[in-house]
């Protein structure tokens, strides 16, 4: 495709639901980035995939989030037991390369995701 | 205190003028130094990318990074009403084998007026 497409755009989840949001990097990027950003702040870093491993999950802020890649193109990030306070937009980002002016990331318009 | 201070604005200035962003920070680890815009509703866009210190020009737009006084900044010259946006700082060390774990900041908005 064009760019990085996420789906839903917006997601209305009860509190206690799990969700599932998708991202779909540009073709032939290696490196998938998942960030979370609140109202009025900038994105948060959550994940990062290089292909279909997992490098860095150091930002996910509970154990009921889970994100994965398995074959190395698509990524689903999973709420599982939302609560108010994982409401945020959710954005993707994909680079071609590991380093380097080649790492450009290239965000997605993200997922709004609210929590009743 | 954010490893990252950026003015959450806004900042309105008058078409033609020139524009002033800046950010602070505090980790010395920071090498790469970035400069996104976002307009609403969509995801951040890149437009401007510094490794160390220095400066660097593209078109109307120039950003500098100060690493001794850890401050970047981004100007904008000729500013027209379509670069009203978010414009977010957001910076990096060599983490996880990659530049892009970025830190932002909280972003300022700017509004260009006719």
């Known amino acids: 495709g064009a760019g990085v497409s996420q789906s839903p755009r917006y997601k209305v989840a009860k509190r206690g639901q799990d969700v599932a949001l998708r991202c779909d990097p540009i073709?032939?990027?290696?490196?998938l980035f998942w960030y979370q950003q609140a109202l009025g702040q900038g994105p948060e870093f959550l994940t990062y995939?290089?292909?279909?491993?997992?490098?860095?999950k150091s930002g996910l802020p509970s154990d009921r989030f889970f994100a994965e890649r398995p074959e190395g193109s698509v990524s689903t990030l999973k709420i599982q037991r939302t609560q108010q306070e994982d409401s945020a937009v959710y954005l993707c980002?994909?680079?071609?390369?590991?380093?380097?002016?080649?790492?450009?990331?290239?965000f997605g318009s993200g997922t709004q995701l609210s929590v009743l | 205190q954010k490893e990252v201070e950026q003015d959450p604005g806004p900042l309105s200035v008058p078409e033609g003028a020139i524009v002033s962003l800046n950010c602070t920070y505090s980790n010395s680890a920071f090498q790469y130094f970035m400069w996104y815009r976002q307009y609403s509703r969509k995801g951040p866009e890149l437009l401007m990318y510094t490794y160390s210190s220095g400066n660097k020009e593209d078109g109307r737009f120039t950003a500098q990074v100060d690493k001794s006084s850890k401050y970047i900044s981004l100007f904008i010259r000729d500013s027209q009403p379509s670069d009203s946006a978010t414009y977010l700082c957001a910076m990096s060390a060599i983490d996880s084998g990659t530049a892009s774990k970025l830190t932002f900041g909280t972003g300022t908005r700017l509004q260009v007026t006719l």
């Open positions: 995939f290089q292909n279909e491993a997992q490098l860095d």
């Open positions: 980002a994909s680079s071609l390369a590991r380093m380097g002016e080649d790492e450009k990331l290239f």
């Open positions: 073709s032939g990027h290696v490196s």
